[in-house]
């Protein structure tokens, strides 16, 4: 079971700070969804209006199609993990992992208590653990089994994996997309290690400043990217009409990330030029598409 998600003219605001900032956006029912943005872009303020944790200063968030402010028909269809697992450090300070899980157990209708014990030996917890005594990296473990186990048709993971070795990023990363697939439902990731988890990403949401920057498909997104390599005057002649993101020169070749469709006459001219044109990365594009210095795209 999964559920879609509308933004409509979400605005946030904290006093004089605008965290969100107009936004609108969907995200499709069924996919692993990424959420990108700087430090201070307004994810994790637009990701408490989703989840029904902050009320909008204007603007809704509907899930479903239904108004997800102070209605537990929707309510009860997200599950919003913290990081760095503050959801469990802070809702049980003093109790056990196994409390823990029992209460998501009794608020969870889709809970699957087998697939938990087996997250937690995945992770080597001991459910008799005190919450409030594990380290970062345990306690948000602990935090991503409640949102795996839970099954929610909206499951957002907020920095999920913070403090947590790179092993077990990777045991999360992989237990989310056997269960993703085994079970669908709406997943929204918001990262900062897009180079980790972006093959996990089927579409990305960028804001930038609490506005959106782009939302698209993730193989559409890296199509538009390229690297330009090649003597400067043949680089700037091919870059005509796209938008650069960067440029550099070493002598006299210069390579340029460019943002736009290249098409396949720009691809035999480029051949033609003697140019070398490469892909880049979704974390390099991210980088150039947030610099507050870019050109407009």
Request: charged fraction near 25%; aromatic fraction near 6%; proline fraction near 5%.
């Amino acid at each position: 079971m999964s559920a879609s998600i509308e933004v409509r003219d979400l605005t946030l605001r904290y006093g004089p700070v605008t965290a969100v900032d107009g936004l609108s956006f969907n995200l499709e029912a069924g996919k692993i969804h990424g959420l990108l943005g700087r430090n201070g872009s307004g994810k994790t303020s637009l990701l408490s209006v989703v989840s029904a944790f902050r009320k909008a200063t204007s603007g809704e968030v509907r899930i479903d199609g239904e108004p997800v402010w102070e209605n537990p028909r929707a309510t009860r269809k997200v599950c919003f993990i913290r990081g760095p697992g503050d959801t469990v450090a802070g809702d049980w300070p003093s109790d056990k992992i196994s409390d823990a899980l029992e209460f998501a157990s009794d608020h969870r209708p889709d809970w699957d208590p087998e697939y938990a014990a087996k997250l937690i030996d995945r992770f080597g917890l001991d459910p008799k653990a005190h919450i409030g005594k594990l380290s970062q990296g345990q306690r948000s473990a602990v935090g991503v089994i409640l949102g795996l186990a839970g099954r929610c048709p909206v499951t957002i993971f907020d920095e999920s994996y913070l403090g947590m070795d790179a092993p077990s990023r990777y045991v999360f990363y992989e237990e989310l997309l056997a269960d993703y697939l085994a079970h669908p439902r709406t997943v929204v990731l918001s990262t900062h290690l897009i180079e980790e988890v972006s093959r996990l990403f089927e579409e990305v949401v960028i804001i930038d400043r609490g506005r959106l920057l782009l939302q698209d498909k993730v193989e559409d997104l890296r199509s538009r990217g390229a690297s330009v390599t090649g003597p400067a005057d043949a680089v700037d002649r091919f870059a005509e009409g796209l938008s650069v993101l960067s440029s550099r020169q070493l002598g006299s070749t210069r390579s340029v990330t460019t943002y736009g469709e290249l098409g396949d006459d720009r691809l035999r001219q480029a051949r033609a030029a003697g140019l070398e044109i490469g892909p880049i990365t979704l974390q390099d594009l991210f980088v150039h598409l947030t610099d507050t210095e870019r050109l407009p795209v």
